[in-house]
DNA sequence: GTCTATAGATTGATAGAC
DNA sequence: GTCTATCAATCTATAGAC
């Protein structure tokens, strides 16, 4: 593997268990196995490395939202099948959502970065809200009224959920916390 | 005011904006108006301020709910009132909640602290635990069966909104991620 | 209780050899 | 592309005068 993924790699991996001031060129040069200095070489500034860690996340985040959408067989099975994607992304309570991570860091990142979380934010809020107009027409999903609020309160709850997880280092308020979105599917 | 309680200020309405490690003893002191040695007189380490934070914020906010229940017409209202707490926290998306700041540093706190942490997460389920068991008792909020998994959504829903708020630095999420939730109240 | 002065570690980043 | 060596800045923390 070349040595720039296993930069992003690793960044991202400590990122998600520690947040965005959490990691240390120190830490990534360790983890990968070069010198810090090397790092540079790759990426000039840890805001460029944040930049591109973040986008590579979104992009890959939205293949696995695709991919869920060209197999599931009706709204409620992409809704199982999203909140199944952010709690597989927990690892017990180990590791969150790099978007998740790094939102509460916001100050110590550049627009860039930033940028790349906001679009993160439409994109995943534009999925959501196709699914439950869909489940609108399908109702594979019970009492959805209005789509826009729903996809809003749907990736603030498995957001939410997922920090609380993580807070306590426990995946089990994550299962706690959207049990009752998922009672709302059929079969 | 004395200098102690003027500390616990600045550092709290620091980390509500960037976080546990975005604030350092140099920002502190020049908030407060004294140099940097002389917060260790006050908070020997920052960890420990760290814990002093999260103590005092958990109690302040105990405080808060306990208000809202002995004032409160009904679990409705209680409810609106738990929103609009976390609402007013906001201010427009520049700050957020102490345990939602500190919940994605978890790495860089003490033991205390995390105690701390999950002491706020505990208090609040059971006050929540315990409106929903009310309102099944009142009616005043539809559709209400499960009272525990009704209480760990609420809040992991409203530390998500305020997440997604603090990441684009406006108010405007939170109120559409909270607005299904409200919708379910009785006047 | 606050100050000056400083320690020791770590941070992100640069220069230049290989 | 990776290295050694080094930089200036910042970090939390301590010692001791006032």
């Known amino acids: 593997m070349d040595t720039k993924t296993a930069l992003l790699d690793s960044a991202e991996a400590i990122a998600r268990q520690r947040g965005f001031n959490g990691f240390s060129y120190a830490d990534l040069a360790a983890a990968v196995g070069i010198r810090k200095a090397s790092i540079h070489h790759h ?31 009706s709204a409620a ?6 909140i199944e994607l952010y709690r ?11 978007c998740v991570a790094l939102s509460s860091d916001r100050s110590s990142l550049d627009d860039a970065t930033l940028a790349e979380i906001s679009q993160f934010h439409s994109a995943s809020l534009a ?9 609108r027409l399908d109702g594979s999903i ?23 997880a993580h807070a306590r ?16 599917t059929n079969a």
């Open 43 to 73: 990426f000039p500034t840890k805001a460029v490395l944040g930049q591109a860690m973040m986008e590579r996340y979104r992009h890959a985040f939205g293949d696995a939202l695709a991919e869920i959408k060209s197999s599931a067989h």
């Open 88 to 98: 597989n992304a927990l690892q017990g309570g180990k590791t969150i959502c790099l």
């Open 142 to 164: 019970r009492n959805v009224a209005n789509s826009k609020q729903e996809a809003t309160q749907c990736l603030a709850l498995v957001e939410g959920a997922q920090l609380m």
């Open 169 to 184: 280092a426990d995946a089990e308020p994550f299962d706690t916390a959207t049990a009752l979105l998922l009672a709302r």
């Open 127 to 135: 999925w959501l809200e196709n699914l439950f107009d869909d489940a």
């Open 77 to 82: 099975d992409r809704l199982r099948n999203y």
